[in-house]
């Protein structure tokens, strides 16, 4: 295994990192989880809007919500949605499905009734745990679905009596964020709660290789699908990313902001795993965009570690109120689900004082499968090295291995890669090679020494005249303009040429004219890699988690 003529990011370990991890350290991700909520006792586990939740207090939460999963005839194998923002709800929720034996089927709560519909059916849920401003939306699909369990939940009901009151009332009555619904037989999260003390989990041993949750994938290039992942998938990564980050911070003394949804999966294995396996205390972000509630967290604990994405860090560096903050206790920020900007990295640490390293992975991966060294011993513009347990390579339209510096396909093999699709055998065999490999759609290269760089995706790519033009690369350029906050690069139909390089602008300094950018671009990039079509937009549309979206640009 410590042969670096076929590993050779090995070489690049800084010390204490080892070159693999034990999978099967433990027999289930309840395992781990029972271990952990019993040795950090009275810590914070998860902090929101101001209430702190012990992990002695999740620990009795989880047992009771799982109870009450099993009193409504739930059985080991069914589904549960868990559809909410950031809140103290969410990993009680989920701590307690899994110890009840259920499979989590994390959703976005931001999706349109025929999004939940797809999911839901496919997924064959049973369950769901739904924050009330989506209640309408469920509403509009229940009946084309198996879910007979249907628990409500506020964003105010776990902060306290009077905190929760207010919050609700300003939700409800003043910003009107919860449209009126109909749902028979719901209950609310804390009826569940109280009803589960009437009742106890039977002991049930889960496997390794038992499907615990099914991550659905974006759908941006077809339909949505349901990677399955299994207890050894999840406890792998975890123990990865464990590895990874381990050697530089102080166990069970960290506190990591956590803005990206837990219900994402980068969250879901970084925040509500790894870090909260090392007795770190999460800081939940309900909404990532009111920049306000950032701050505010910021000022009430001393933040040692985030995670983010490109987008997020950008917007915060240029926040006048942020800028105001201490980050004297900061160790590191993880950027992941999106290209890092070069421009943003170096503002950002020209802020903290302290790295921004970019990771890698994707759902089907559990999903991290790359990650540069937190202490910024790492390469800046890459994805980082391979995680321990872990080999990725770069292979050509027909799988063949690329050497060093050519560009291809990026494959992924480890622990984490998942089992396959739920119920989707044909879509499984075209990303999951017979011996395991992983087709990840990425495009990449890899240099002499192990560290990889993402070129783009295989579906981004835009095709000028016969020439490859990667929208990274474009973005990576205008990032570094002083004058402009956010760029997307798509290419749009063109008689001539196949294609052409759109942008997409959000102005930092409103002087800016579409000349500037052009000039810039011809100073920087080749000819036919120059945009020619430019819009200047307000903002840019995003995902949920930070994403630009491409697609909706490609769309307009």
């Known amino acids: 295994m410590n042969n670096n003529e076929n590993k050779p990011w090995l070489a690049n370990y800084p010390s204490g990192i080892p070159a693999n991890i034990n999978p099967d350290k433990y027999s289930s991700l309840v395992e781990m989880i029972d271990e952990t909520l019993k040795k950090y006792g009275d810590k914070p586990a998860f902090v929101c809007m101001g209430q702190e939740l012990s992990f002695s207090e999740l620990d009795a939460h989880a047992n009771e919500f799982g109870a009450y999963m099993i009193s409504r005839g739930l059985e080991p194998g069914d589904k549960i949605a868990l559809m909410m923002p950031n809140l103290l709800q969410y990993p009680i929720a989920l701590f307690g499905a899994l110890r009840a034996g259920l499979i989590i089927v994390n959703t976005n709560p931001l999706y349109t009734p025929r999004e939940m519909k797809h999911q839901f059916v496919d997924s064959e849920v049973k369950a769901i745990v739904v924050a009330e401003n989506f209640c309408k939306n469920l509403q509009q699909i229940i009946d084309h679905t198996n879910i007979k369990?249907?628990?409500?939940?506020?964003?105010?009901?776990?902060?306290?009596?009077?905190?929760?009151?207010?919050?609700?009332?300003?939700?409800?009555?003043?910003?009107?964020?919860?449209?009126?619904?109909?749902l028979p037989n719901a209950v609310s999260f804390k009826e569940a709660l109280t009803q589960g003390k009437k009742f106890k989990i039977p002991y049930r041993k889960s496997n390794p290789g038992d499907v615990i949750a099914l991550q659905y994938t974006g759908g941006t290039t077809g339909v949505s699908k349901g990677a399955m992942l299994t207890n050894r998938n999840l406890v792998a990564n975890m123990e990865q990313i464990k590895s990874m980050i381990s050697p530089y911070i102080k166990e069970g003394e960290e506190v990591a902001l956590s803005p990206l949804p837990l219900y994402h999966i980068f969250a879901f294995s970084v925040n509500c795993m790894a870090l909260l396996n090392m007795g770190c205390t999460n800081i939940l972000i309900v909404n990532p965009r009111d920049f306000s509630t950032i701050v505010k967290a910021w000022k009430g604990y001393p933040v040692s570690l985030m995670t983010g994405v490109n987008t997020?860090?950008?917007?915060?560096?240029?926040?006048?109120?942020?800028?105001?903050?201490?980050?004297?206790?900061?160790?590191?920020?993880?950027?992941?689900?999106?290209?890092?900007?070069?421009?943003?990295?170096?503002?950002?640490?020209?802020?903290?004082?302290?790295?921004?390293?970019?990771?890698?992975?994707?759902?089907?991966?559990?999903?991290?499968?790359?990650?540069?060294?937190?202490?910024?011993?790492?390469?800046?513009?890459?994805?980082?090295?391979?995680?321990?347990?872990?080999?990725?390579?770069?292979v050509d339209e027909e799988g063949n291995v690329l050497p060093a510096d050519e560009v291809g396909e990026i494959q992924i093999k480890g622990p984490q890669v998942m089992k396959g699709y739920f119920k989707r055998p044909e879509e499984t065999a075209k990303t999951l090679t017979e011996d395991g490999?992983?087709?990840?759609?990425?495009?990449?290269?890899?240099?002499?020494?192990?560290?990889?760089?993402?070129?783009?995706?295989?579906?981004?790519?835009?095709?000028?005249?016969?020439?490859?033009?990667?929208?990274?690369?474009?973005?990576?350029?205008?990032?570094?303009?002083?004058?402009?906050?956010?760029?997307?690069?798509?290419?749009?139909p063109d008689e001539k040429s196949g294609e052409v390089v759109k942008v997409f602008i959000v102005k930092k300094d409103k002087s800016l004219k579409e000349k500037e950018v052009i000039d810039f671009c011809r100073e920087n990039l080749t000819g036919y890699k120059v945009p020619k079509q430019l819009a200047f937009m307000d903002e840019l549309p995003k995902s949920t988690v930070g994403k630009i979206l491409r697609r909706e640009l490609r769309e307009l």
Request: negative net charge; glycine residues 10%; charged residues 20%.
């Open 149 to 182: 369990t249907i628990i409500t939940t506020s964003i105010g009901e776990m902060l306290g009596t009077i905190k929760g009151s207010v919050v609700d009332f300003m939700v409800k009555k003043v910003k009107r964020m919860v449209p009126a619904y109909e």
């Open 312 to 394: 997020l860090y950008n917007g915060l560096a240029n926040d006048k109120a942020f800028r105001e903050l201490d980050f004297s206790n900061m160790v590191a920020s993880i950027a992941g689900g999106t290209a890092l900007k070069t421009a943003v990295a170096e503002q950002w640490e020209e802020l903290t004082g302290k790295p921004l390293v970019e990771g890698y992975g994707l759902t089907e991966s559990s999903p991290v499968a790359t990650l540069n060294p937190i202490d910024g011993s790492g390469r800046r513009g890459t994805i980082g090295l391979p995680i321990p347990s872990t080999i990725l390579r770069v």
């Open 437 to 492: 490999w992983l087709n990840t759609g990425d495009i990449a290269k890899m240099s002499a020494d192990g560290y990889f760089q993402i070129v783009d995706r295989k579906k981004d790519m835009i095709l000028v005249s016969g020439f490859n033009v990667y929208p990274n690369e474009i973005e990576d350029v205008l990032a570094s303009h002083p004058k402009i906050m956010e760029v997307a690069a798509v290419g749009v």
